[in-house]
């Protein structure tokens, strides 16, 4: 082979095969990528980090480099083997074409790796390259590196060799195709929030990430791997013991790993992977782990007399309170299934899993018993306050009280019954509850006015919050339940409006009452019913001239425009200094007011949010409720 020109251009019958392929994945890109919109703009990314990935675990690659360019192209680099050059001896072409064009699995040039197909991702290359404007491929190998360049996934030069060159590696740089997507633009946050996981997931490879865009980059490396994973994922939250469980074990052909670690909270994280891939619906993988820590932990308690012999045993709940768990997998042959491919099919996985962590987690707990004393103290907690639980609810709903039979005396209802067109302001304090009441419009506008501080759930269990009086109040005001028992049909209002003062205090409130829709009416959430009232921090007269000012800002710009001279400014402190025509004008009246709809972005971002909420200062909280948070999006309604 020449060192310098052309490796190879054939075109005869597998070159319309190539075409063919091609437009299948052009036609219906979401048959292999799932959607045109964002998420399927980074799948590109994810595709092509996987296959970089997939050198890493063959153990032939330790570094990554991922780059979101300034012309919207992304480029990522492996110091892996590099794709193979030679000529294909079926396609007579050279390998790496076929890599590109047609081949991602089964053939002489495959890796032998644990593969994702069947997810959406472990497509293959060609599916990257297919819904790119352009591609251009570097490979470093045998001494020569080579570089080829493809449009909408058909090679628009032959392979070239550019020159001699030392080491091996691949560098791949692709503009997804704007014919196709719906959007272009990659999100720096969600890029690297990908490529911290695979770091983790890959304790041996180091991912440098640079965005160009905005000049930032990032390293991640992770030597502790899953269980440093755990420890991450428990920042800031009371952990039961310091170092995270570590189990990993073969059964047959699949490679198991857990991490664990329990907190002093009531919820439980599990992330679970298959070959890498998060399956955020679980499967049989999550069923055999589930199993193994009911079984093995009951066994414990039992051999150990923390459960006597005819007491019924813990619950698997019991077992996962203040759980928090990274599995992670590698499977031959995986069958994702579900709508959106998340969710591990094999049934042979759940025994594998099973035995593996029971065998495991035994052994570890035997060699420490002071972990395993911990953990089974709180499962048994766990398991009298589920008793607890159960009585408290079956109390309550003897009463009535989370039926709706008896609204809350402290609630000013509103007339009308037709929920879509309903309004719950929940406020802070009687005073400024009289306040709203008389600003409201009574026809469809109701308040329920909260005093002091409620009850903070990530602290509480079922049973402590439903004793707790103004806990009760929301939930029947709501009328939806709580819990595992919700009914959204039953929803009384369509907007709940957080109305509360904009210091620290309504902060907090306003903090807490999040962190109960979150945690026991996510629903509430994620179906967008619930907001946050915008009130006016300054009034500003001049004669008669009234403006309100939400923000320094925005009085300053207002008072620039007025001259300074003549004019009364009046800071609120809180609503109640406002007269109810005031709160009306301002923050309650539709077409007046502006409110922020609440969304959850996703569960890992809530996770990190809700962990801080329960940390005791006050400072990083409010900082980061305002920098990520529960993410809200200015609305004028
Ligand atoms: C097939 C076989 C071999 C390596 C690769 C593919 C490979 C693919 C990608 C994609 C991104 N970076 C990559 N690096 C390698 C093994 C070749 C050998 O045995 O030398």
């Known amino acids: 082979m020449a060192p310098e020109g052309i490796v190879q251009a054939a075109y005869d019958a597998s070159s319309i095969q190539v075409l063919e392929g091609l437009s299948a994945v052009r036609k219906r890109p979401g048959m292999y990528i799932g959607s045109t919109d964002a998420r399927g703009l980074h799948h590109l990314i994810n595709e092509v980090v996987d296959n970089s990935i997939d050198e890493v675990l063959a153990g032939a690659c330790t570094e990554i480099w991922v780059k979101l360019n300034t012309d919207g192209t992304c480029t990522v680099i492996d110091n892996g083997r590099g794709i193979p050059v030679e000529i294909h001896p079926k396609y007579h072409k050279p390998a790496l074409e076929i890599v590109l064009t047609i081949l991602h699995a089964g053939s002489k040039f495959d890796r032998n790796t644990y593969k994702v197909s069947g997810g959406l991702h472990g497509v293959g290359l060609h599916v990257v390259n297919a819904l790119s404007e352009w591609f251009e491929v570097k490979v470093r190998r045998d001494g020569h590196e080579y570089w080829q360049r493809y449009e909408r996934g058909a090679p628009v030069s032959p392979l070239k060799v550019l020159g001699p060159a030392e080491g091996t ?114 499967g049989t993988h999550v069923v055999g782990l589930r199993a193994a820590l009911t079984r093995t932990l009951n066994d414990y308690a039992r051999t150990r007399g923390f459960v006597k012999g005819d007491k019924e045993g813990l619950t698997g709940e019991d077992v996962r309170e203040g759980l928090t768990c990274v599995l992670s997998v590698k499977v031959l042959e995986p069958q994702f299934e579900g709508q959106t491919k998340a969710r591990l099919g094999n049934s042979e996985v759940k025994g594998q899993v099973e035995s593996a962590v029971n065998e495991k987690l035994d052994e570890f707990l035997e060699e420490h018993p002071s972990v395993g004393q911990s953990l089974i103290i709180k499962a048994v907690q766990a398991a009298q306050a589920r008793e607890a639980a159960r009585k408290a609810r079956e109390l309550t709903r003897r009463k009535g009280l989370l039926e709706g039979g008896g609204l809350p005396g402290k609630l000013a209802d509103c007339h009308s019954r037709d929920p879509t067109e309903c309004e719950l302001f929940i406020v802070e304090g009687d005073s400024a509850g009289g306040t709203a009441k008389q600003g409201r419009d009574r026809e469809f506008q109701a308040i329920l006015p909260l005093r002091g501080k409620i009850l903070n759930v990530e602290k509480a269990r079922l049973d402590k919050m439903l004793e707790n009086e103004q806990v009760r109040a929301l939930i029947t005001a709501i009328g939806i339940g709580i819990g595992d028992e919700i009914d959204l049909a039953k929803l009384r209002y369509h907007k709940i409006i957080l109305m509360t003062d904009a210091d620290v205090d309504g902060a907090h409130i306003r903090t807490l009452l999040l962190t109960l829709f979150y945690r026991k009416m996510l629903q509430l959430i994620t179906e967008g019913h619930v907001y946050i009232a915008q009130a006016p921090l300054y009034r500003l007269q001049k004669g008669a001239k009234i403006v309100y000012a939400y923000s320094e800002e925005e009085r300053d710009r207002e008072l620039k425009a007025w001259g300074s001279k003549g004019v009364t400014t009046q800071r609120y402190k809180g609503l109640g200094e406002m007269n109810s025509d005031q709160l009306r004008d301002t923050t309650m009246k539709p077409g007046h007011r502006s409110l922020l709809r609440v969304t959850v972005d996703d569960a890992v971002k809530a996770n990190d949010l809700f962990t801080v909420l329960m940390g005791e200062e006050v400072e990083p909280r409010r900082l980061y409720i305002q920098a990520h948070a529960v993410e809200v999006t200015n609305l004028d309604i």
């Open 169 to 282: 590696g691949t560098e791949q740089t692709f503009l997804p195709d704007k014919e196709i997507f719906e959007t272009l633009i990659f999100d720096r946050e969600t890029v690297a929030r990908r490529l911290k996981e695979l770091s983790f997931l890959n304790p041996k490879v180091t991912i440098h990430f640079a965005d160009e865009r905005d000049g930032t980059k990032t390293t991640f490396h992770h030597a502790g791997g899953i269980a440093e994973f755990v420890g991450d994922l428990n920042i800031g939250r009371n952990v039961l013991f310091p170092q995270p469980v570590y189990l990993h074990a073969k059964r047959d052909t699949t490679d198991i790993e857990v991490a664990l670690q329990y907190n002093d909270g009531y919820n439980e994280t599990t992330l679970a992977f298959v070959n890498n891939i998060n399956t955020v619906d679980g």
